[in-house]
């Protein structure tokens, strides 16, 4: 008997059958993962624009500090802010 033109099951138990479809992702769980990302990217620019202003009011106060000493200085008491 000739057994050369029948093939045995493979030897890796783990090997998928390509008979069975692959598993697709649904598209609630493609759209959950592109509004992370989305939310991410809106929280990091977020958090580099609260630093942007947050460095503004800081050079302010410090421009408007600095009047106040140099009027102090001066003797003068009006106040003249710096834009």
């Known amino acids: 008997m000739d057994v050369s033109s ?3 099951q493979s030897s890796n138990p783990n090997n998928v059958d390509s008979t069975f ?3 697709k992702k649904k598209s609630s769980e493609a759209r959950e ?7 991410i990217d809106a929280a990091m620019l977020l958090g580099d624009n609260i630093r942007i ?3 503004e009011l800081r050079m302010s106060i410090a421009s408007e500090i600095e ?7 001066k003797g ?3 106040l ?3 834009r």
Not at 33 to 39: A, E, F, Q, R
Request: hydrophobic share 20%; glycine share 0%; no cysteine.
């Open 53 to 55: 202003v947050d460095l």
């Open 67 to 73: 009047v106040r000493n140099d009027h102090s200085r």
């Open 76 to 78: 003068t008491n009006s």
């Open 6 to 8: 029948t093939q045995s």
């Open 80 to 82: 003249y802010v710096l």
């Open 33 to 39: 993962s592109n509004s992370s990302t989305s939310l």
């Open 21 to 23: 479809p692959k598993k």
